[in-house]
């Protein structure tokens, strides 16, 4: 099995290239900027918005990684088209996001989540809870902030997340691929503990030895923090759903899906913050 890893170079897709490759299986990293081939990975030139590079960068694989498009309405029309047009594709892992499968079927994400399952393949639905890299590895999102004026900027109240290490995604990709039994099924995969963004910030100032705090900021605060990034209007509004989901507390409930896929325990805030907030692994 060659396994085509999409979003490959981004923070679940690169520890998905680092934990099929552990696994023994030939890669093919796809993204827009792909770095050189190193071992069995295979780095190659992948965009969704130009189809010329589609059949190209599959290649050989006969199985995918998925992570679809964010905040694009017709990310369910392109991904049906790309599944279409790859006949020798018979293996799909979807990475979606918890609570997808309770939104309508019109709800964008779910529709991708449709796609998959009406491609006629083999199909597995993985949907992972917040990562924890968002806060040292996501600019946007949160990483900036933090690193400039020591703000987790973040409206969420006390609403709680069971936020998980893309590793633990990347375990689970493996299992659900490299295993029989998980066709047509969905996983949610979440850390062992759910904490409040105030909580998270309180972590992070401990182990850093910085001061950090969570600004609970209102809607119409958020918004104007992420428009100052610069970031497209699309991606701001995606951003304010997802906080609305939180609020909503969507991300709270943990899970053993992980546990049940691994035998393994999943890892915690604590250990993710020791091993990146530690003064001598500056973020
Ligand atoms: N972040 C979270 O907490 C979270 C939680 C649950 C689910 N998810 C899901 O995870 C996904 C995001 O994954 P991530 O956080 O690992 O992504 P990421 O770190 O934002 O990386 C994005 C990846 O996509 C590639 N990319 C961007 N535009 C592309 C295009 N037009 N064509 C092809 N490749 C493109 C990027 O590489 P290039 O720029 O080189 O192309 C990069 O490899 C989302 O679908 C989200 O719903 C995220």
């Known amino acids: 099995m060659t396994v085509w890893i999409e979003g490959a170079t981004g923070k679940a897709g690169r520890r998905v290239v680092d934990a099929l490759t552990a696994a023994g299986l030939p890669v093919r990293a796809a993204s827009r900027h792909p770095g050189e081939p190193n071992g069995s990975v295979t780095p190659v030139r992948f965009d969704w918005y130009d189809e010329t590079t589609w059949a190209p ?3 050989d694989a006969d199985a995918v990684f998925l992570k679809g498009l964010d905040s694009d309405d017709q990310a369910a029309t392109i991904i049906t088209r790309f599944l279409g047009a790859a006949p020798a594709v018979r293996r799909v892992v979807l990475m979606s996001a918890v609570g997808v499968d309770r939104t309508s079927d019109d709800a ?4 991708v989540e449709l796609a998959v399952q009406n491609s006629g393949k083999r199909w597995t639905i993985l949907r992972p809870s917040w990562f924890l890299q968002n806060f040292d590895e996501d600019e946007w999102v949160f990483a900036r902030a933090l690193r400039e004026t020591g703000e987790l900027y973040a409206g969420s109240g006390e609403s709680r997340a069971a936020f998980t290490d893309t590793r633990d995604l990347a375990g689970a990709a493996v299992a ?5 039994g998980h066709d047509g099924r969905g996983y949610t995969i979440t850390g062992p503990e759910s904490l409040t963004f105030g909580e998270v910030a309180e972590l992070l100032a401990k ?3 910085r001061p950090i705090v969570h600004v609970d900021a209102t809607p119409e605060e958020h918004r104007k923090h992420f428009e100052e990034s610069g970031r497209p209007k699309e991606w701001v509004d995606h951003m304010l759903h997802l906080f609305k989901l939180v609020r909503a507390g969507v991300f709270a409930p943990v899970t ?3 546990e049940h896929l691994t035998g393994k325990a999943p890892r915690t805030p604590q250990a993710y913050a020791e091993e990146t907030w530690r ?4 973020t």
């Open 256 to 258: 053993h899906d992980f």
């Open 279 to 282: 003064p001598t692994n500056p």
């Open 108 to 111: 964008p994400r779910r529709a």
């Open 176 to 180: 659900v691929m490299t295993e029989e």
């Open 57 to 59: 960068a599959l290649g």
């Open 207 to 209: 182990v850093s030895g």
